[in-house]
């Protein structure tokens, strides 16, 4: 087979290669700890995959799943985490594990969040789908990725109402368990968890999913289907999202575009007023009368075949027909695993006839959460609510495609590279698109050329795919400065927590070029900086109140910096303006953190003890908005002073600190000496140098 996808990877340049190639502070850059480790937070729930046998009854072990994780070398990289000083980073070192590395050298972290108690599935209720789903919020901004550990009875359900509480989802969510518990023999709960750590970790799919043998589906469209065998799960109606075989292929035409500007945030208002009633030969008119009583205010009705119900029956359909004539939504769904609800047979019409809405091809698991979501929206009145009901909210039903996207046969651009390379199959064509459509796009964003971005999406390209470097279209879009290509992109699906190699998102890259108003659009759809690029953002602004870059203060408190977050030597960006003397940005601050008092913002907190001076913030695969005629960082100032170590003894302070080498490093210098010790440090540090 000849392909243009297979001709790039046979050229592809090796690591070592294009390190070779690059600058030394780019080379250093890219084994920096902000671009090399992800954090995922698993939330544990409880479920068989943590369970233990008590007296030939399994039951959830509390305190017990990290430390017997800890104990495996697959699932916890013990010399990396002392090498690098992991456990001082990380707030909760106790649990917290990190994965050996990965293709690019990736590292992923994941702390565990455990419930108490920890729960049977079967025991979960709309009361715990809520606390997940804040605890999620939460955390949002500190991790990359979430995997929630859950039992497989009511897996389904969680993962159907997770999916429309989460609304203007941006990183993934992925639900996982086992058959078996982890600590038995013969155990799918490893290849479960480990499957689902790295795609959370790995990619930016914006999605509530299910991750389960070896197979990432869409979470609102899967069902339980086999009680006894490691495939547990099926999506009768839609493909899996990725499959992990020797590779981790994702299929990202099928990935949900959540198509919004709007952050990230969780609606835990679940209307418990419904229920799923299933037809059956000879069921009488009283039993679904007394069904439809209120408070019934959705129903789920499982219909035969494409969403048939006799239609001989007249007692039945005036049940259904009062009950939706006084404001209840009733769902036709098939009973089959497989297919949709259509009006081929008389059979079904009637149902439509009597105020029925089709449920296309929802799972039942589905159609009740969203029918939950959408009856629980306060200030919608009963036609809007309807109108919810048929849309495609979260990739839960097939979407009417018709006209949405071109084929790539009808492509000319696509004909000329086909032709020339003697391809006419689907998957080669697809293959093409695959391997042009990124740089395409990239090279499109760049002039802000709109109607060139569209013609690409037509042909059914990912935006949100990045080029070689991992750079995406809206990363390139905020670098120039082109906010209507910025809209555009974030309107069709584009992620922005995409992060190129060197760890920069499009967050990132529009504080470097000083973009405020695309700045002030991604923290709207929800960007913010990492906990590391939050952690060391006191020196950054000390740095630049040092200078009165006004515009620097600015961009970096748009991004979300707090501007009282102390820098390296305890003095915030105010104190070292005021004693530089910079009167406009002293009145800038002040001005600045007086609104954030009213907002009640704190300084952020320091990550572990961890300090970076300089070393994060100065280099590309990190923010700067230093002057452009900024002196040398703070850094070289602490590697002048390593040589007092000998002569200053215990009179230091030690700082431990996880350095860009990935080395764990310590750095000493001055803390509050009294004029005379210093004096008499300057002396001996002479008296030493002249020996």
């Known amino acids: 087979m000849t392909s243009l996808a297979r001709a790039l990877s046979n050229s592809k340049t090796s690591d070592a290669e294009c390190l070779d190639s690059l600058p030394n502070a780019m080379r250093n850059c890219t084994l920096h700890g902000s671009r090399r480790e992800v954090r995922v937070l698993v939330i544990n729930t409880g479920g068989t995959i943590g369970m233990k046998s008590h007296n030939d009854v399994l039951s959830p072990e509390s305190n017990a799943f990290v430390e017997g994780l800890r104990k495996l070398t697959t699932f916890h990289d013990e010399q990396y985490a002392q090498d690098t000083g992991l456990y001082e980073f990380y707030d909760t070192p106790d649990k917290t594990l990190v994965l050996p590395s990965y293709k690019d050298n990736k590292q992923v972290v994941y702390t565990f969040l455990e419930y108490s108690p920890l729960l049977d599935s079967s025991n979960m209720s709309t009361e715990d789908w809520g606390k997940i789903g804040k605890d999620i919020e939460k955390n949002y901004e500190c991790y990359n990725g979430f995997v929630i550990l859950h039992g497989t009875d009511t897996m389904a359900y969680t993962a159907s109402a997770l999916s429309f509480m989460c609304e203007h989802l941006g990183k ?86 959540a198509n919004t500007s709007t952050k990230f945030r969780v609606r835990t208002e679940l209307n418990r007023n419904v229920g799923l009633l299933r037809l059956f030969p000879g069921i009488t008119a009283a039993t679904v009368r007394s069904f439809l009583q209120p408070p019934m205010e959705g129903v789920v009705l499982e219909t035969y075949g494409t969403g048939n119900a006799p239609d001989n029956r007249a007692d039945l359909l005036a049940e259904l ?8 939504i009733i769902i036709n769904t098939t009973q089959c695993l497989r297919g949709t609800v259509s009006k081929v047979y008389a059979t079904g019409e009637v149902l439509y006839k009597a105020g029925l809405l089709p449920g296309v091809d ?116 905020a670098c120039e400065g082109h906010l209507k ?53 006191g020196t950054e602004l000390c740095s630049l109140a040092a200078h009165g870059d006004l515009d620097g203060l600015q961009i970096w408190h748009l991004a979300g910096a707090v501007l009282n977050t102390p820098g390296y030597d305890g003095q915030s960006a105010l104190s070292v303006a005021t004693g530089a003397g910079k009167l406009e940005a002293v009145a800038l601050l002040n001005r600045l953190l007086s609104a954030e008092d009213q907002r009640g913002i704190k300084p952020n907190p320091p990550s572990g003890g961890m300090l970076d001076p300089g070393g994060l913030l100065r280099q590309p695969g990190s923010l700067t908005a230093f002057p452009r005629a900024a002196p040398s960082p703070p850094l070289p100032m602490f590697q002048r002073v390593l040589p007092l170590q000998r002569v200053l003894g215990p009179f230091v302070t030690r700082v431990s600190v996880r350095h860009q080498t990935r080395a764990h490093v310590n750095l000493y210098f001055w803390h509050h000496f009294s004029p005379r010790l210093c004096v008499c440090v300057i002396f001996m540090f002479i008296y030493c140098m002249f020996l």
């Open 321 to 328: 027909k009062e009950a939706t004539d006084r404001g209840v």
């Open 485 to 537: 290509v910025v809209q555009y992109l974030l309107e069709h699906g584009s992620s922005v927590h995409s992060r190129d190699r060197y760890g920069d998102t499009p967050l990132s890259n529009a504080v470097r070029f000083r973009r405020k108003d695309i700045v002030r659009l991604l923290r709207k759809t929800g960007a913010h900086l990492s906990r590391e690029q939050l952690a060391v953002s």
């Open 172 to 257: 993934p969510v992925i639900l996982t368990g086992s058959q078996v518990p982890i600590y038995e023999m013969r155990s799918d709960g490893r290849d479960n968890l480990m499957g689902a750590l790295l795609i959370a970790g790995l990619f930016v799919i914006p999605e509530v999913c299910v991750y389960f043998r070896n197979k990432l589906y869409r979470g609102n469209r899967v069902t339980k289907v086999d009680t006894g065998s490691f495939n547990a799960f099926a999506s009768p109606n839609l493909p899996p999202l990725a499959k992990m075989d020797v590779d981790i292929t994702v299929n990202w035409d099928t990935v949900w575009r």
């Open 362 to 477: 929802m799972t039942p698991e589905a159609v009740l959460s969203k029918l939950s979501y959408v009856l629980a929206i306060e200030g919608l009145d009963h036609q809007t609510k309807k109108k919810m009901m048929a849309q495609n909210l979260r990739g839960e039903m097939m979407a009417d495609l018709a006209g949405a996207k071109l084929d790539l046969s009808d492509s000319r651009f696509i004909q000329v590279i086909a032709k020339s390379l003697s391809i006419s199959c689907k998957e080669e064509l697809e293959a093409i698109r695959d391997a042009l459509a990124p740089p395409l796009a990239c090279a499109a964003a760049k002039i802000g050329d709109v109607e060139a971005l569209e013609s690409i999406r037509e042909m059914g390209s990912y935006l949100s795919v990045g080029d070689y470097d991992g750079r995406t279209p809206l990363h390139i879009a």
